[in-house]
């Protein structure tokens, strides 16, 4: 089944987790680890006061309702099936500029992904990337997808290339384009 148009994506389940699109509802949920130095030390951004996340929050809801059928944008809360707590975040896109400079193809996609510090290393991460990569691919019709990871971050690209994804292109520190002065890695997982 491929999506048309801005059509509100549905939820997808994994064994511990529920992956559902973002409401305005969210926002203290995801200020837990969006305004936390520790979970926003490899994002693209720091610490968000709760203006700032809401703002992002709502920048986020904006763009997956103005989605097409070539390009999107979509937000997702993980959610513990256990206990209906948000744990974590990712995003869906092929916006034309992806997370490094340059375009991609609208058949291409990025995705993206944060964790609350305590449920890091117990591979719900692994988890719902896998999730996210298997909707960008069997959902969407994406024939390549992009990740960007500081290349410090170790356990992402360790998880990113665990999955199958290979390193596509290096910035260096002088190209951070978010101001952490880190270099990076864009990461690529073609279908097939």
């Known amino acids: 089944m491929t999506v048309s148009?801005?059509?509100?994506?549905?939820?997808?389940?994994?064994e511990r987790l529920l992956l559902r699109p973002l409401?305005?509802?969210?926002?203290?949920?995801l200020?837990?680890?969006?305004?936390?130095?520790a979970a926003t030390r490899y994002l693209s951004h720091g610490p968000l006061t709760p203006e700032q996340n809401s703002a992002r929050l709502q920048q986020a809801l904006s763009a997956a309702e103005s989605s097409t059928a070539e390009w999107f944008y979509f937000g997702w809360a993980f959610e513990l099936r256990a206990t209906g707590d948000v744990v974590g975040d990712g995003r869906t896109w092929n916006t034309v500029e992806p997370p490094a400079p340059g375009r991609i193809p609208s058949w291409s996609a990025s995705l993206g992904y944060v964790l609350h510090p305590e449920h890091q290393r117990l591979g719900l991460g692994r988890e719902a990337a896998a999730a996210l990569v298997q909707w960008l691919f069997?959902?969407?019709?994406?024939?390549?997808?992009?990740a960007g990871v500081y290349e410090p971050?170790?356990?992402?690209?360790?998880l990113l290339e665990g999955l199958g994804f290979r390193k596509d292109r290096f910035f260096p520190f002088a190209e951070d384009?978010?101001?952490?002065q880190l270099p990076s890695w864009r990461y690529r997982l073609d279908r097939g």
């Open 153 to 158: 971050n170790l356990p992402s690209r360790r």
């Open 5 to 14: 148009g801005s059509d509100t994506p549905a939820p997808l389940i994994t």
């Open 23 to 29: 409401t305005a509802d969210d926002a203290g949920a």
């Open 177 to 180: 384009t978010a101001g952490k």
């Open 138 to 146: 069997d959902v969407r019709g994406s024939e390549t997808l992009f």
């Open 31 to 37: 200020l837990r680890f969006r305004g936390d130095p």
